[in-house]
């Protein structure tokens, strides 16, 4: 669905007006194959669809004032697909950080990485350093792409790095708590996500950001990721204000603690009528 820019904009105040906008947006992108084979079209067509709905959806991410958005590109498991398509997506990667990088300067986006960077090919982890260092002043959306990542790698090589800590000495095991383990993965300094965006209707996490999911709110897209645009994203943040997060507590503490109940179910009438 797209929208006159004179909406867009409207769209986004009533959004910002009807609840809180999430710090943090995590996004598992999937359904780009399906896209494809939907219209007789090789798998690559549905990934480099797929770059159009990342560009929309970080533009309208930065515009709402989301500070957080981790894009999960590439997955550990991804390199048991066939060869070709695995240097295909590296490819277009390639391409998009080259074409994008300066846009993304412009609009204040910070590009940040997580996951096993070594491991993905030299030019990529090239294109990926200017990025890094062109746009590492700006303050606005830090853009995090998740690549060669897994939830499960990230936790292990968090425990590496504590027992590695321990043996020298400069952390002891009584003092590793909750803040201390977050402090040991790649996410450190960042909030958990607020809301797990997942595209493609499949209800499950796929090894994505398996501790710092904990308290997330989910929101299951039944479209396909090429399909995701815009006004898909403030669908989902206007869903997720409609939810109470309780963090464990009952919902009289959190509602005293001073949660509002959003009213935008106007403003989803509104989505689905442009
Ligand atoms: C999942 O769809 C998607 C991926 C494994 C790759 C995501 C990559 C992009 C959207 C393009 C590049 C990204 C950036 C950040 C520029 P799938 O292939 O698993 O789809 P399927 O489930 O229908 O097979």
């Not at 959306?141 to 425990?159: H, K, M």
Request: glycine letters at 6%.
């Amino acid at each position: 669905m797209t929208v006159a820019v004179g909406n867009d904009k409207r769209l986004q105040d009533e959004l910002k007006r009807s609840g809180n906008i999430p710090t943090h947006i995590a996004i598992i992108m999937d359904g780009n194959g399906r896209w494809a084979k939907k219209r007789g079209l090789p798998r690559i067509a549905g990934h480099n669809e797929g770059v159009e709905s990342v560009r929309d959806t970080v533009e309208a991410c930065g515009q709402l004032g989301v500070k957080y958005l981790t894009l999960y590109a590439f997955s550990t498991e991804n390199w048991k697909r066939p060869k070709d398509e695995v240097s295909m997506l590296m490819r277009l990667l390639m391409r998009a950080l080259r074409d994008e990088t300066d846009k993304l300067y412009q609009n204040n986006v910070r590009v940040r990485v997580i996951g096993d960077i070594q491991s993905l090919p030299q030019e990529v982890q090239s294109e990926l350093a200017d990025a890094i260092e062109k746009t590492k002043l700006n303050t606005g959306l830090n853009l995090f792409l998740a690549l060669s990542y897994s939830g499960r790698w990230d936790v292990t090589t968090a425990i590496r790095k504590i027992a590695d800590d321990v043996m020298r000495g400069t952390l002891s095991p009584e003092s590793i708590d909750e803040p201390i383990v977050s402090a040991y993965l790649s996410t450190k300094d960042v909030p958990d996500p607020d809301l797990l965006i997942r595209t493609g209707g499949e209800v499950r996490i796929s090894n994505f950001l398996l501790w710092q999911l904990a308290y997330s709110e989910i929101y299951i897209s039944s479209l396909f990721w090429p399909e995701f645009r815009r006004t898909e994203i403030y669908a989902a943040i206007a869903d997720y204000q409609h939810r109470e997060r309780r963090f464990g507590m009952v919902s009289e503490q959190v509602q005293s603690s001073g949660h509002k109940p959003s009213t935008v179910t106007q403003f989803l009438k509104n989505v689905s009528r442009l």
